[in-house]
């Protein structure tokens, strides 16, 4: 396992932007994404993006008003929330999958072996 931190939640009102980083050790994962807790027992996917090919996924709760991006060189990931809702409101948390397994398993959870802390996000209405 890999020590992976975020950084960048905190509260904004509904219609805002947040951006959160997340700074991985030296190594590159071929898949980074973005969990938030939600309200059940498995971390809730958001979004994902590859390495080398640059492919991205988002949770349709967030497609349309949210990027996810990566600078290799810096090790790190961007996700960046547009038009913030209230239902935004969770604990958003970085994680690396350490092998490629398909586009099918960039959504879940348990595929990924390197989590950060968590940062909280908080959207007031």
């Known amino acids: 396992q890999e020590r992976l931190e975020e950084f960048g939640g905190g509260l904004a009102q509904a219609g805002g932007s947040l951006r959160l980083t997340c700074m991985t050790s030296?190594?590159?994962?071929?898949?980074m994404g973005w969990f938030r807790q939600g309200p059940g027992p498995e971390r809730e996917f958001v979004a994902a993006?590859?390495?080398?090919?640059?492919?991205?996924y988002f949770h349709d709760s967030v497609k349309g008003r949210s990027r996810i991006s990566r600078e290799n060189a810096k090790n790190v990931v961007f996700l960046e929330m547009n038009n913030l809702k209230p239902e935004d409101t969770d604990v958003y948390y970085c994680?690396?999958?350490?092998?490629?397994?398909?586009?099918?398993?960039?959504?879940?959870?348990?595929?990924?072996?390197?989590w950060g802390q968590g940062t909280q996000v908080s959207v007031s209405p």
């Open positions: 994680a690396a999958q350490e092998n490629w397994r398909g586009h099918e398993y960039v959504y879940q959870s348990a595929y990924y072996a390197s």
């Open positions: 030296s190594r590159t994962f071929p898949v």
């Open positions: 993006i590859t390495w080398p090919g640059g492919d991205t």
